[in-house]
T-cell receptor, first 112, second 117 residues
Framework: RKEVEQDPGPFNVPEGATVAFNCTYS??????FFWYRQDCRKEPKLLMS???SGNEDGRFTAQLNRASQYISLLIRDSKLSDSATYLC?????????????FGKGTLLTVNP | NAGVMQNPRHLVRRRGQEARLRCSPM?????VYWYRQLPEEGLKFMVY????????ESGMPKERFSAEFPKEGPSILRIQQVVRGDSAAYFC???????????????FGDGTRLSIL
C-alpha cells in the first residue's frame, strides 16, 4: 500500500461547483497533515494544514479522520484560479517527523 | 521577496558532468530540505540539513549525490557524473528553527529543473 494515496483524477468541474478530494495514508504514526497546491511546473504552495477538529479557510474545508487514516479537502464555489494539482502531504511521524510524504496529486480543472 | 530562493531555474548537463543546485532558505529559517520530483510522480524526500549538519540523508542515492549547508551561503545539492535518470525537478524547502521541525509547514522554492542530454 502506498504511503499516501489520492484520487487519481483528473477532475473537470464548472465554475461555482463544489469539489471534494480524498486522501488516505498508511503510517499511523503520522502527526502533521497538509494540503498543498502545485501549478503546472511550479513549486508546491501550502494551502492549509489539517487539524483533527477540521478546519476551514474561506472556500476551503479540510477534514482529518485519524481512525480511518483519511484526509479530505472540500472546495466550494470553485474559481478558475483554483485549477491546479492538489497534493495531500503527511509527515512520517516518530523520529522522522520532518520528512514529508507527498501523494501524486489530483489535477483539478475549473472550466468557465 | 523573502521566499526560498533556488538557482538555477533550469540546468542542462551532459552525461558524466556535475550538477550543482543552490538553495537559500527563507529569512529566519534554519532547516533546509531537498526533494526530487520525477515526471508524473510525487515529491520524494532526499535530505534534511541544518547549518553545517546533515540531519537525515536517508532519501539520497548512495552514490554521486551529496548535500551541504555551510555556515555561510546557500545549501548546495551536488550530483556528480550525472545520468539520464537524474533528470527531474529538484525542490528545496525550508522551515523555522524553533519548535519541532515536523510541526512546521515547509515552504518551497521554485525548483531547479535538471535535464540530462
Amino acid at each position: 500500500r502506498k504511503e499516501v494515496e489520492q484520487d487519481p483524477g483528473p477532475f473537470n468541474v464548472p465554475e461555482g461547483a463544489t469539489v471534494a478530494f480524498n486522501c488516505t495514508y498508511s503510517n499511523s504514526a503520522s502527526q502533521s497533515f497538509f494540503w498543498y497546491r502545485q501549478d503546472c511546473r511550479k513549486e508546491p504552495k501550502l494551502l492549509m494544514s489539517v487539524y483533527s477538529s477540521g478546519n476551514e479557510d474561506g472556500r476551503f474545508t479540510a477534514q482529518l479522520n485519524r481512525a480511518s487514516q483519511y484526509i479530505s479537502l472540500l472546495i466550494r464555489d470553485s474559481k478558475l484560479s483554483d485549477s491546479a494539482t492538489y497534493l495531500c502531504v503527511v509527515n512520517r511521524g516518530g523520529g522522522s517527523n520532518y520528512k514529508l510524504t507527498f501523494g501524486k496529486g489530483t489535477l483539478l480543472t475549473v472550466n468557465p | 521577496n523573502a521566499g526560498v530562493m533556488q538557482n538555477p531555474r533550469h540546468l542542462v548537463r551532459r552525461r558524466g558532468q556535475e550538477a550543482r543546485l543552490r538553495c537559500s532558505p527563507m529569512k529566519g529559517h534554519s532547516h533546509v530540505y531537498w526533494y526530487r520530483q520525477l515526471p508524473e510522480e510525487g515529491l520524494k524526500f532526499m535530505v534534511y540539513l541544518q547549518k553545517e549538519n546533515i540531519i537525515d540523508e536517508s532519501g539520497m542515492p548512495k552514490e554521486r549525490f551529496s548535500a551541504e549547508f555551510p555556515k555561510e551561503g546557500p545549501s548546495i545539492l551536488r550530483i556528480q557524473q550525472v545520468v539520464r535518470g537524474d533528470s527531474a525537478a529538484y525542490f528545496c524547502a525550508s522551515s523555522p528553527g524553533v519548535g519541532q521541525a515536523g510541526n512546521q509547514p515547509q515552504h518551497f522554492g521554485d525548483g531547479t529543473r535538471l535535464s540530462i542530454l
